[in-house]
């Protein structure tokens, strides 16, 4: 089925350990984005790339890097975990007609 | 002020209701306008675009005002399956979107 895919889509981390959240589309959109959202709130924009070879700073991006490996893969990554990362993380990638959302990850930080 | 701003709610409606939500923005150059419904504990999904005309899928209808920077979503004769958060998207030319935290709607037999 044509969309977005996560992966992992749970994981339990330790403060200070680094982990790669993973997501690829295949529906040919330019636009990729990566959110959290934690519970009773909103989406909070952390990274997005317009295109392939760009990536930019969204509202929260502390304690996190991005890459976008190819027009396909736009993958997240934390470097140092730490508690208050602990959230729902959804991949999504848009064209003029919205956006589509992986199925999230759920991560806890212990 | 919050770019996109949503009456939280919740909003609570016997079934066969009908129920309206809105959602301001504050970017007089945004450009699209979504609706998203999001299930307790998965993703969001796009439930309809916003057009200047209004649209309307089904029971739902979704207006847009420009002069007063509102959208909004009607739904009519509500079914239980119909509980859910519902999030307005902004999106300015070319860009990326803004949503809003979203207005829980549960429904009640």
């Known amino acids: 089925n044509a969309g977005v895919t996560q992966t992992p889509k749970f994981q339990v981390l330790k403060t200070g350990q680094s982990m790669t959240l993973q997501c690829a589309q295949d529906?040919?959109?330019?636009?990729m984005y990566w959110y959290r959202q934690d519970p009773g709130m909103g989406l909070r924009l952390i990274y997005y790339?317009?295109?392939?070879?760009?990536?930019d700073k969204g509202e929260v991006p502390n304690g996190y890097n991005v890459s976008r490996l190819n027009k396909r893969e736009f993958s997240l990554r934390l470097e140092s975990a730490a508690p208050s990362q602990t959230s729902v993380y959804f991949c999504?990638?848009?064209?003029?007609?919205?956006?589509?959302f992986g199925s999230g990850t759920r991560l806890t930080v212990v | 002020r919050k770019e996109v701003e949503q009456d939280p709610g919740p909003f609570n409606v016997p079934e066969g209701a009908t129920v309206a939500f809105n959602c301001t923005y504050s970017?007089?150059?945004?450009?699209?306008f979504f609706w998203y419904r999001q299930d307790c504990r998965k993703e969001p999904k796009l439930l309809m675009s916003?057009?200047?005309s209004g649209n309307e899928d089904g029971r739902f209808t979704a207006q847009l005002n420009r002069a007063s920077q509102y959208i909004s979503l009607l739904i009519r004769d509500s079914k239980l399956s119909d509980s859910a958060t519902y999030l307005c998207?902004?999106?300015?030319?070319?860009?990326?979107?803004?949503f809003g935290d979203g207005t829980t709607l549960t429904v009640k037999p």
């Open positions: 916003v057009y200047s």
């Open positions: 970017n007089s150059a945004s450009q699209s």
């Open positions: 999504a990638s848009s064209s003029n007609y919205g956006y589509t």
């Open positions: 529906m040919n959109h330019n636009s």
């Open positions: 998207a902004v999106k300015e030319n070319a860009g990326k979107s803004t």
């Open positions: 790339s317009a295109s392939e070879g760009t990536t």
